[in-house]
Nanobody, 117 residues
Framework: QLQASGGGLVQAGGSLRLSCAAS????????MGWFRQAPEKEREFLAA????????RYADSVKGRFTISRDNAKKTSYLQMNSLKAEDTAVYFC????????????WGQGTLVTVSS
């Protein structure tokens, strides 16, 4: 199970850090990812990180502003979001994948991020 948290209301230009806490003993073997879905838009991939943390991937829309990380001892992944814009307003989801960078089979419940302009 995945539990996302850390969303809230922030002004444009501000920062937030989202957390995704995982249960289970196999967290360290999963690729972790972050996605978001804005109203009336499709779900969008944001970032992913390998089990070791040694490899990361980002969508162009967030590259340079968002940073994904993980702490395997705490079974938690993070998404640090800086320089937030109004268009970053969305529900943010974390997800896990055993083998693929593009197919995530386990999902958290989502946390709402609202950026006021």
């Amino acid at each position: 199970q995945l539990q996302a948290s850390g969303g809230g209301l922030v002004q444009a230009g501000g920062s937030l850090r989202l957390s995704c806490a995982a249960s289970g003993s196999t967290f360290t073997s999963y690729i972790m990812g972050w996605f978001r879905q804005a109203p009336e838009k499709e779900r969008e991939f944001l970032a992913a990180i390998s089990w070791s943390g040694g490899s990361t991937r980002y969508a162009d829309s967030v590259k340079g502003r968002f940073t994904i990380s993980r702490d395997n001892a705490k079974k938690t992944s993070y998404l640090q979001m800086n320089s937030l814009k109004a268009e970053d307003t969305a529900v943010y989801f974390c997800a896990a994948s055993r083998t693929s960078w593009s197919e995530f089979g386990s999902w958290g419940q989502g946390t709402l991020v609202t950026v006021s302009s």
